[in-house]
């Protein structure tokens, strides 16, 4: 059947894309439908056409899946920050749960049974909104030339409105209103990144959910002896409300999309607001189970962005690592030392490893701060590093835990865990496709994958984190890993 551009076409959505895409069938041609919900009977308009398929716009739902919930934020199909938020929150996790799967089927080339015997079911969380401890809201006008703060449109740079997101904290609001309001009282401009003209570029909040403090960073284009004009008036009101403990500004002239300039100038407050992450218990519900490690936060540094599901995240890896108190552990790709600091308390000695030069001294300075001497940090790419220790140092390892960027591990930071041969390797991941890649020539290269939880962080967005545990196969046991899929294709059956 021959479809055009325009064509109105009706599907039952069967599948969902790992973008949150619906999928229908028309005799076996697939759509791919966007803000459609599983289980949907929808009337779609043909958008783009492909040679094995096609691209369709929800014009209709013509009988709802039973996964179709009311979305809370009337924005959420123009923003696409939350591609999945008219899905169920039980039915995101299954979405979640199968990406995991599959990738490890398909990619990973592991089998599926096995798969299903290691996946642990994947940690969702209580509440699936306002979550996010970080936001960052760029400024611009609307076409009467009032200042806004809200977010892009689509893959566009013009600004809608909307100063509620509900992925981050209730205060967000206010604080953008106020200073929303400021700028309209004392004739403040915009930046406008066509002309890059205007001064008002960016807010940044972040809030600490333990320690209820409250961070506003205001991106700006100059500084000409005075950072925001009559800024004490401005002071005046952020400064009322509850928890606010740090006010700064960041000075960004260049005509980039990097949101943060390079320097901060704290103009109110502390210049640092902190936070706690504790040990919970992950056999028990994620119950806390003793004291936590503060870690103090700049406008600047990286950290976790959902610090409720972090905590169940790191206490997984804590838990895959199996620390007695005797372990020499490498913590790859550490960022401000989060996991290495959590490893510390349980392992003799941690190490870790990181690209950017001021996450380490962050590293080094929350560890100071926590009492905590028995970690140690290494600037640099953890490809290189790791190499580099090991040839010629003959450093050794434990446990080695990697947390890598999307991009995953690099060949040559994988081939030197393997060297190292560490009793057990932690790899925490924020895309599960590298992950099954790389946990493949893990597998290939002598380790035995024991288990896979997904945790979910960011939850009405396809994203998810997962977690995995390897060990290495024992001289006696290394004979033949028995369910890698080349050998399923040898033996020409499905199970092998
Ligand atoms: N484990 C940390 C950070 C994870 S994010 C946490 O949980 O907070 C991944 C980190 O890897 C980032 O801090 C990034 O700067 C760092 N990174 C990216 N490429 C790297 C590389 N090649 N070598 C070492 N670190 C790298």
Not at 16 to 22: F, P, V, Y
Not at 171 to 182: D, G, R
Not at 317 to 341: K, N, Q
Not at 375 to 382: I, L, N
Request: charge should be negative; aromatic fraction near 8%; charged fraction near 25%.
């Amino acid at each position: 059947m021959e479809f055009k551009k325009n064509d109105i076409v009706t599907v039952t959505i069967e599948d969902i894309s790992s973008e949150g895409e619906g999928i229908g069938k028309v005799n076996g041609y697939p759509f791919f439908v966007k803000d459609a919900v599983i289980g949907d009977k929808a009337k779609i308009r043909v958008t783009k056409v492909k040679k094995n398929y096609s691209f369709g716009r929800l014009e209709e739902v013509l009988e709802p899946s039973p996964y179709r919930v009311e979305p809370v934020c009337v924005y959420h199909k123009q923003c696409g920050g939350c591609q999945i938020q008219a899905m169920s929150y039980e039915r995101q996790l299954i979405f979640k749960q199968d990406k995991i799967k599959n990738n490890l089927i398909r990619i990973g080339g592991f089998k599926p049974e096995f798969v299903d015997r290691i996946m642990e079911p994947i940690v969702g969380m209580e509440n699936p909104f306002r979550y996010r401890n970080k936001a960052q809201y760029p400024i611009g006008c609307d076409k009467e030339g009032n200042p806004v703060a809200g977010f892009y449109a689509g893959r566009t740079h013009s600004i809608i409105a909307n100063t509620n997101c509900y992925l981050g904290v209730e205060e967000n609001k206010e604080i953008l209103e106020v200073i929303l309001e400021h700028m309209k009282n004392y004739h403040v401009s915009a930046y406008d990144e066509a002309t890059g003209k205007g001064l008002m570029r960016h807010v940044l909040i972040r809030k600490g959910f333990t320690s209820k403090e409250i961070m506003v960073c205001l991106v700006i284009n100059w500084y000409k002896g005075e950072y925001i004009p009559s800024q004490e008036k401005l002071l005046e009101v952020l400064t009322r409300i509850p928890g606010m403990a740090s006010i700064s500004v960041s000075i960004n002239t260049e005509n980039t999309n990097v949101i943060m300039g390079r320097e901060v100038h704290t103009i109110w407050g502390k210049e640092r607001i902190t936070d706690t992450i504790h040990v919970r218990d992950t056999l028990h519900e994620f119950v806390l189970t003793g004291a936590g490690i503060t870690f103090s936060i700049s406008p600047l540094s990286f950290y976790q962005v959902n610090p409720v599901q972090t905590e169940k995240l790191y206490s997984l890896a804590l838990d895959y690592a199996g620390l007695t108190g005797e372990e020499t552990v490498w913590d790859l790709y550490c960022g401000i030392g989060t996991i290495s600091l959590f490893l510390a308390g349980k392992a003799k000695q941690v190490y870790g490893v990181e690209i950017v030069p001021q996450a380490i001294e962050d590293a080094k300075e929350n560890a100071a701060n926590n009492g905590i001497t028995n970690a140690q940090f290494f600037v640099g790419k953890a490809e290189e590093v790791l190499p580099e220790k090991y040839e010629k140092e003959g450093v050794f390892a434990d446990v080695i835990v990697v947390d890598p960027p999307r991009k995953g591990c690099d060949s040559a930071c994988l081939e030197t865990m393997l060297k190292m041969q560490p009793e057990r390797i932690v790899y925490v991941s924020c895309d599960s496709a590298t992950l099954a890649r790389d946990l493949k020539i893990l597998c290939e290269g002598g380790y035995e994958l024991k288990k896979v939880r997904g945790v979910d962080q960011f939850s009405m967005t396809v994203h998810t984190e997962a977690i995995s545990l390897l060990t290495k196969i024992s001289a006696t046991g290394k004979k033949k890993i028995s369910y890698r899929e080349e050998e399923i294709a040898d033996c020409g059956c499905i199970y092998g």
